[in-house]
C-alpha cells in the first residue's frame, strides 16, 4: 500500500460523505491506496487512530465535507516525493463549481489577508504562490508516517486546532512544510449567514482555548489585530474621532473589496456579501475568542473513535479492492 487516507466522521449517514468517497474512488493515481473512515472521539482521536491502522509509509488526510479532484491524490504524492526536506505538503479548499453567491463570497474574502491572515487552514487564494507554511489544514494535507509517530502524533486534547498543534510540533523537530495553492479540495461552504457565523464564532472558540492550553498558539497578526479592536474600543470614551475614523476606514476597505468582487466576477450580489462577511467574520471570531476564555483549556477526552469503514483500491483508480 503506497498511501492511507484518513477521513474523521461525526455523522456516517451525512451524504457529503459519500461525496467524499466518490472522489477518492476515481483518483487517477496509478498506486495502491486505502481510504480508513473513523467515526465518534473527537478529531485528534479520530486521526490517531487512522494513523495506527494505517499500513502504508504516507498517510493523506481530508474532511467528510471535502471533495477531491481527480489529480489530487497523485499531485501531493509527487510533491512529497520531489521535495525530501518536508515532513508534510498541503493545499487549499475552495467551494464547489456551479456554489451559490455566498460560497464565492466566502471564497473571496478567505483569499484576502484581511480574511485569513494568510492562514492555510481557511486561505482559498489558488493562484498564490507555493511557499514553507507554519501550518497545514488536514482538509487537504499528506504527511510522512514515520514523522508523525516520531513527534507523538496528534494531541488528543485538542477538538480544533489539532493539526496546528501538530504542525508546531513538527516545526520545532526542525521539519518543513510545504503549502501548494494550485493543490485543492473542493470545500462545501456555509449555506447561509447564520450558519457562516456559528462557524467563525466555534473557531474564535477553538483558538482561545488552544492558546489556554498551549501558549504557542499565540500568532503575533492575530494578537495585533485583536489588540487594535480592543484598542479602539478603549479609546471610544477618550478620542471618539479617532475611533469613527478607523471603523470608516474598515467599511470603506471592506466595501471596495467588495467592489473589486462583483466587477471581477460580474455579480452585483458580492458587492453586497462581501463586505457583510468580513463584518460577521471578525465579530463572530473576536466573541468566540472571548466564550473561549469562559470555556478554558481543551480538556482530556472521554470517548473513544472507532474503525467505521475501510476500502483499498488497486493501480487501476476507481477499483475496489476489497
Known amino acids: ?75 501531493l504524492y509527487r510533491a512529497i516525493n520531489e521535495n525530501p526536506q518536508v515532513a508534510g505538503v498541503g493545499g487549499l479548499g475552495i467551494s464547489p463549481p456551479n456554489s451559490n453567491t455566498l460560497a464565492k463570497a466566502t471564497d473571496y474574502v478567505y483569499s484576502t489577508f484581511l480574511g485569513s491572515i494568510g492562514k492555510a487552514s481557511v486561505l482559498s487564494n489558488i493562484n498564490s504562490h507555493q511557499r514553507y507554511v507554519d501550518g497545514l489544514s488536514c482538509h487537504n494535507s499528506m504527511f510522512k508516517k514515520d514523522i508523525l509517530l516520531k513527534v507523538k502524533k496528534f494531541d488528543e486534547r485538542f477538538e480544533l486546532n489539532e493539526d496546528t498543534e501538530l504542525c508546531l510540533k513538527l516545526r520545532k523537530h526542525g521539519y518543513r512544510l510545504l503549502l501548494l495553492p494550485r493543490i485543492y479540495v473542493w470545500h462545501k461552504r456555509s449555506s447561509n449567514l447564520k450558519s457562516f457565523f456559528k462557524h467563525l464564532f466555534r473557531y474564535g472558540v477553538g483558538r482561545q482555548r488552544s492558546i489556554l492550553t498551549n501558549y504557542e498558539f499565540f500568532d503575533r497578526k492575530l494578537v495585533f489585530f485583536i489588540g487594535l479592536i480592543f484598542l479602539l474600543v478603549f479609546s471610544l470614551s477618550i478620542t471618539p474621532w479617532i475611533t469613527a475614523f478607523f471603523i470608516l476606514l474598515y467599511f470603506a476597505y471592506t466595501a471596495l473589496l467588495g467592489l473589486r468582487a462583483a466587477l471581477k466576477e460580474k455579480s452585483f450580489k458580492l458587492m453586497l456579501y462581501v463586505p457583510a462577511l468580513f463584518l460577521i467574520e471578525h465579530s463572530a471570531y473576536l466573541l468566540g475568542m472571548i466564550y ?17 469503514r475501510h476500502f483499498a483500491f488497486p493501480v487501476r483508480a476507481g477499483e475496489r479492492k476489497k
Not at 25 to 42: A, H
Not at 56 to 74: E, N
Open 1 to 75: 500500500m503506497d498511501i492511507s487516507i484518513i477521513i474523521p466522521v461525526k455523522n456516517p449517514s451525512d451524504p457529503s460523505l459519500h461525496d467524499c468517497i466518490e472522489g477518492l474512488r476515481n483518483q487517477n493515481f496509478e498506486g495502491d491506496y486505502e481510504v480508513l473512515i473513523i467515526k465518534g472521539g473527537n478529531v485528534s482521536q479520530a486521526r490517531n487512530l487512522g494513523l495506527k491502522l494505517a499500513v502504508a509509509p504516507i498517510v493523506a488526510f481530508i474532511d467528510a465535507d471535502c471533495v477531491a479532484p481527480r489529480w489530487w491524490l497523485s499531485s
Open 292 to 308: 473561549g476564555l469562559v470555556q478554558g483549556p481543551w480538556k482530556t477526552p472521554h470517548h473513544q473513535p472507532e474503525l467505521h
